[in-house]
């Protein structure tokens, strides 16, 4: 079956309510995926996305297709970095006037230097957010991943992942969903991103953990494709078996040094 596209205009619906919001940068082969979860007359946006003016207009566009941003009232960053959440200020103008804006605490420290009004609000893992229609979100900490305060959110409704890091992937091309040549992909964006096996291991662990109390029928990555359930078998052993931190090995090749 060929695999589903997404392109500048139209807003994806990848579970009930969940809207995929991609951004494909193709010079870098690379993607930006924010992700809309509309319930009810609320909606929650999780990593709202780049400043750059063609990267918002493409994002800004989409959230019209499905909703009107006042009924935004939760902007949810997974961690600081400027290519999921440096629009936030932009968003903080248009979404509800009483909108949340909720990060895991280490990432608040960075998060002001992004010019919001609203005051963040510090995630801990285990935590919840609950809007709609009752529809909850529970966040799960995976430090070092590849930041301190990194975390993925778990949907109970629709028992998908949003994996933050976790699961991205390098693509030169803007694919939904993860294919056969993904676990390639996956592998050269984790190698290059991630400096700590013992990171990873926890990250995949608890995935596995929240797998197997709750279920995961979809993983939505912040960057490359989103994958199915029948597929993150393959994708977690893949990154069980992934060598990461390469460059460090690299340059104490070069220099002469001996790492324990």
């Known amino acids: ?23 494909q940068d193709k010079s870098n082969s ?12 609320e909606a929650a946006f999780i990593d709202p996305g780049s400043m750059r003016p063609e990267f918002f207009a ?8 499905v909703i009107n941003p006042r009924k935004i009232k939760h902007l949810i960053v997974q961690h600081q970095d400027p290519d999921l959440c440096a629009a936030l200020p932009f968003y903080e103008k248009i979404v509800s006037h009483d ?8 990432a608040k420290v960075l998060m002001q230097h992004y010019g919001t009004v609203t005051p963040v609000t510090p995630l801990d893992d285990g935590d919840t957010i609950t809007f ?3 529809r909850t979100l529970v966040f799960a900490m995976i430090p070092y991943c590849h930041f301190i305060g990194n975390m993925v959110t778990y949907d109970v409704k629709t028992k998908t992942v949003f994996s933050s890091d976790a699961f991205g992937g390098f693509t030169g091309a803007n694919n939904l969903y993860a294919d056969k040549d993904y676990p390639v992909q996956l592998t050269a964006f984790l190698g290059q991103y ?5 990171a990873l291991e926890y990250a995949l662990k608890r995935l596995e953990k929240l797998n197997k109390t709750h279920g995961i029928d979809l993983i939505c990555p912040q960057h490359g494709c989103v994958i199915k359930k029948e597929q993150i078998p393959v994708y977690i052993e893949a990154a069980h078996a992934l060598t990461v931190g390469g460059e460090v090995e690299a340059l104490a090749a070069k220099h002469g040094i001996t790492l324990d």
């Open 99 to 106: 909108v949340r804006i909720s990060c895991p605490l280490e």
């Open 58 to 65: 493409t994002v800004l566009r989409k959230v019209h297709a």
């Open 30 to 41: 690379f993607s930006n995926i924010p992700y809309l979860i509309v319930d009810g007359d």
């Open 194 to 198: 991630l400096g700590s096996k013992r």
């Open 132 to 134: 709609g229609n009752g």
């Open 1 to 23: 079956m060929a695999n589903e596209m997404y392109d500048a205009d139209k807003p994806i619906e990848v579970a009930k309510g969940v809207f995929h919001m991609g951004v």
